[in-house]
């Protein structure tokens, strides 16, 4: 007599393994609360897979990074403006050119370039060129030699407190911007700012060369045609 009929199962022996498989590990992809699991690969939690927790509020991070954000340009700013008082003031224990005679060549250059447009010494021809004088020339618009004077030393501030801005683009590569702020304070301390008080080429070259350096550093990074043209133009311009 036939026996009972055997019921034939609707899937292979292959597909019902893997569909216990699959709910194993949909189990084990969950924490006993039913949370998701971080996956892992050799023990290393995938860091896409891992959902942000934070026992505090999102917006609280966003209100310091806004503070953060504003503190960098506020601290520059208040930087820049101490240092040009600064040496605005210490320009003022200077009252007339000392170092000759360098400093009477370039006023007098400045002075027949505001005036004509050539480069003369007490009306006289010269081969000497100097792009300085070029820059300190409209201090020759004030009504007399003194007001000169004080004009062009205020220009030779400006100048050299401009070496600080290509420092702290510079840093801000390589560091964070409070240590960039701190490199452009560093910059804007050096002892060569005495030269403001001056009526020498320094004051025109440290931001030339500063920026050159620059314009050299970005151009070895990635040497692309536009930096290495931009590199040539601040090396050019550094030598006049």
């Given at each position: 007599?036939?026996g ?16 216990a ?15 998701p ?7 290393a939690v ?12 999102d917006?609280r ?9 504003h503190a960098?340009p506020?601290?520059?700013?208040l ?5 040009i008082?600064t ?10 050119p ?16 505001w005036a004509?447009?050539?480069f ?9 060129f100097?792009?300085y ?6 201090a020759?618009?004030?009504?007399s ?14 100048l050299?407190?401009l070496?600080?801005v290509?420092v ?13 702020v701190v490199?452009?304070a ?14 020498m080429t320094?004051n ?9 350096a620059?314009?050299i ?23 006049l």
């Amino acid at each position: 007599m036939p026996g009972p009929a055997m019921v034939r199962p609707t899937g292979s022996f292959d597909t019902r393994r893997t569909r216990a498989t699959a709910c194993e590990d949909s189990r084990a992809l969950r924490h006993a609360d039913g949370a998701p699991r971080p996956l892992s690969y050799n023990g290393a939690v995938l860091a896409e897979e891992v959902a942000p927790r934070s026992e505090f509020a999102d917006d609280r991070f966003e209100e310091v990074s806004r503070v953060g954000t504003h503190a960098v340009p506020l601290a520059l700013g208040l930087i820049f403006l101490v240092a040009i008082a600064t040496r605005l003031w210490f320009t003022r224990d200077i009252p007339a050119p000392w170092i000759m005679t360098d400093e009477l060549y370039y006023s007098e250059l400045a002075k027949s370039f505001w005036a004509g447009g050539d480069f003369l010494i007490r009306d006289y021809p010269t081969a000497l060129f100097t792009l300085y004088s070029v820059l300190i020339a409209p201090a020759w618009a004030a009504d007399s030699t003194a007001s000169a004077y004080t004009a062009m030393k205020a220009i030779n501030v400006g100048l050299m407190t401009l070496a600080a801005v290509p420092v702290y683009f510079w840093a801000r590569r390589v560091a964070s911007p409070m240590h960039a702020v701190v490199a452009t304070a560093l910059t804007l301390a050096m002892p060569a700012f005495v030269y403001t008080g001056m009526l020498m080429t320094e004051n025109a070259f440290f931001p030339a060369f500063v920026l050159a350096a620059f314009a050299i550093a970005l151009s070895l990074e990635r040497p692309t045609l536009l930096r290495q043209v931009l590199m040539f133009a601040a090396i050019g311009l550094a030598c006049l």
